[in-house]
C-alpha cells in the first residue's frame, strides 16, 4: 500500500489553508502523511494549523526564501511513497481522490490527472491533461503540479526545485523529470484537484516574468536550438510574441 504525501504551503491565507487542509483530512484513503509549510504568517493561520495537530505529520511556521524554498523545505521532509504539492486555497476534487488514484499499486515515476480550474468570477472550466506528455506539449503548456503524484524515490533522484525560479519551478523541474530523467508516466482519467486562479504563474501581472522563465528553463534544459526551432514552426506562440515585445535574446 503507498503512503502519499500531501503537502500544502501557506502564507497569510487562513481561509484558503482551512479549505485546502479539510480536503485532505476528508479523503477515505488512509495512507495519507499530511505536511504543512507556513512562510510565518500573522494571520491566523498558525492557530488553524495547531487545532488539527494530531492530523498533520509535519508543520512549521517560519519565514523563507519564496514558494519554491517553502515547497523544497516540505518536499525533503516528506516520506511517503509518492508526493503531491497542493498549495494553500486548491483543493482535492473530493473524498476519494487519492483512494481512486491508488486503487491500483502505482509504479509510474509521475502519476497525472485533471483538474477544475476555477476563476475569481467563478466560472470552473474542467483542465484536461493529455495521455502522452509530449515535447510539444512541454514547449507550450506544462504539467499541472496540483494533480500530480510524484514518486518522491524518482524526485529526490531529479533533484529540489530551482529556487533561481521565482514562477516556474514547478515547470522547470518537470522539464528536467522528462526530458533528462526520462520519467515514466502514468496519466488517470479523473479530476484531482481544483485549481484557484489568482497564484504567481496565473496572475497577469507575472506574464511578463514568466515568459522569460520559461524560455529560460526551456534553453537550460532542452538546449536553444529546440526553443528556436519550436517558434520559427509555432509563429504565433503566445511566449515567441512576447519574447518579441520584450527584445528577450
Avoid at 504543512?36 to 492557530?47: A, C, K, Y
Avoid at 521532509?77 to 476534487?93: C, M, R, W
Avoid at 509510474?108 to 468570477?121: A, F, R
Avoid at 493529455?130 to 499541472?144: A, F, K, V
Amino acid at each position: 500500500m503507498n503512503i502519499i504525501s500531501i503537502i500544502t504551503i501557506n502564507y497569510n491565507n487562513a481561509a484558503g489553508l482551512g479549505k485546502t487542509m479539510q480536503s485532505v483530512f476528508s479523503q477515505t484513503y488512509e495512507h495519507v502523511e499530511y505536511i504543512v509549510i507556513d512562510g510565518g504568517s500573522t494571520d491566523g493561520s498558525v492557530l488553524n494549523i495547531g487545532k488539527h495537530r494530531t492530523r498533520i505529520a509535519y508543520s512549521v511556521s517560519e519565514p523563507d526564501k519564496g514558494v519554491y524554498d517553502a515547497q523544497n523545505k516540505g518536499l525533503s521532509k516528506a516520506t511517503g511513497d509518492y508526493v503531491l504539492v497542493l498549495n494553500s486555497g486548491d483543493e482535492l476534487a473530493d473524498a476519494n481522490v487519492v483512494a481512486d488514484v491508488f486503487a491500483a499499486q502505482q509504479h509510474s515515476d509521475i502519476v497525472y490527472g485533471n483538474m477544475i480550474i476555477v476563476h475569481p468570477d467563478g466560472r470552473r472550466i474542467k483542465g484536461c491533461m493529455p495521455e502522452q506528455i509530449t515535447l510539444e506539449h512541454m514547449l507550450r503548456d506544462t504539467l499541472w503540479h496540483p494533480v500530480s503524484f510524484v514518486k518522491r524515490s524518482f524526485l529526490h533522484q531529479v533533484g529540489l526545485y530551482d529556487t533561481s525560479y521565482q514562477i516556474v519551478a514547478d515547470y522547470e523541474w518537470f522539464l528536467r523529470a522528462i526530458f533528462l530523467h526520462h520519467a515514466t508516466l502514468t496519466y488517470v482519467n479523473r479530476i484531482i484537484a481544483n485549481f484557484y486562479l489568482g497564484g504567481l504563474s496565473s496572475d497577469p501581472v507575472n506574464r511578463k516574468n514568466l515568459a522569460r522563465e520559461r524560455r529560460r528553463a526551456q534553453i537550460s534544459v532542452l538546449g536553444e536550438e529546440t526553443v528556436n526551432d519550436y517558434e520559427r514552426k509555432n509563429p504565433n506562440h503566445w511566449l515567441k510574441k512576447l519574447k518579441i515585445a520584450l527584445r528577450v535574446n
